[in-house]
């Protein structure tokens, strides 16, 4: 069973960095041929993704917010990271970490709450 858990402040100011990290037990992020993902979903839209980082190291990012994120790993913590910066309030959003393979996302964190306010 593979498990991953979302940390981080519900309450990032616009303007700053949104900051989360995701713990991942059960499986090593180095290994195998998966990517470990970022996935958002505002209040009452669709899931969006992020981005992700191979097992190798390799980073993804969606076109539409590769100015404005970072994903990267504590390999020593088996954790990865998200860092979108600028933030405004249509960044608030439910961000889920995720292991993909082949196209899908199999297993999920159980979200996080974000907000963007002042």
């Known amino acids: 069973q593979v498990l991953l858990q979302e940390s981080g402040p519900g309450l990032v100011n616009p303007s700053q960095t949104l900051s989360l990290t995701c713990t991942v037990s059960g499986a090593s992020i180095t290994s195998g041929a998966y990517g470990w993902n970022w996935i958002r979903q505002p209040p009452g839209k669709g899931p969006e993704w992020l981005g992700c980082?191979?097992?190798?190291?390799?980073?993804y990012y969606s076109p539409s917010l590769e100015s404005r994120t970072s994903v990267s790993r504590d390999t020593s913590k088996n954790q990865f990271s998200l860092q979108l910066r600028s933030v405004t309030p249509e960044d608030t959003a439910v961000y889920y970490c995720?292991?993909?393979?082949?196209?899908?996302?199999?297993?999920w964190g159980q979200g996080t709450l974000v907000t963007v306010s002042s």
């Open positions: 980082i191979g097992s190798g190291g390799r980073t």
């Open positions: 995720g292991r993909g393979v082949s196209g899908y996302v199999d297993f």
